[in-house]
């Protein structure tokens, strides 16, 4: 079974990756920091506001 805090808004942003370790733990690393400094790789859990937000996808309304 995996492991993994409650990411706030990064569960429902289309730049979140879940990225899983060897001893089941999920961490979940922002895509943005790839491009942009400002971003941290693994933000501060849970995120509760984030300028670059974008919902995913699949959280679209429809
Ligand atoms: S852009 Fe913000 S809300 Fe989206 S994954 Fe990165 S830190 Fe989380």
């Known amino acids: 079974m995996t492991r993994r805090p409650a990411a706030g808004l990064c569960?429902?942003?289309?730049?979140q990756r879940l990225v899983?370790?060897?001893r089941?733990?999920?961490?979940?690393l922002c895509e943005?920091?790839?491009?942009d400094p400002a971003y941290p790789r693994y933000p501060?859990?849970?995120?509760?506001?984030?300028?670059?937000?974008e919902v995913r996808?699949?959280?679209?309304?429809?």
Not at 24 to 28: D, E, K, L, Y
Not at 32 to 35: G, I, T
Not at 57 to 62: H, I, M, Q, S
């Open 57 to 62: 996808d699949d959280e679209a309304p429809r």
């Open 20 to 22: 899983p370790n060897t």
């Open 11 to 15: 569960d429902r942003c289309h730049h």
């Open 24 to 28: 089941g733990s999920v961490f979940s």
């Open 44 to 53: 501060r859990l849970p995120v509760r506001s984030c300028r670059g937000f």
């Open 32 to 35: 943005r920091s790839r491009s």
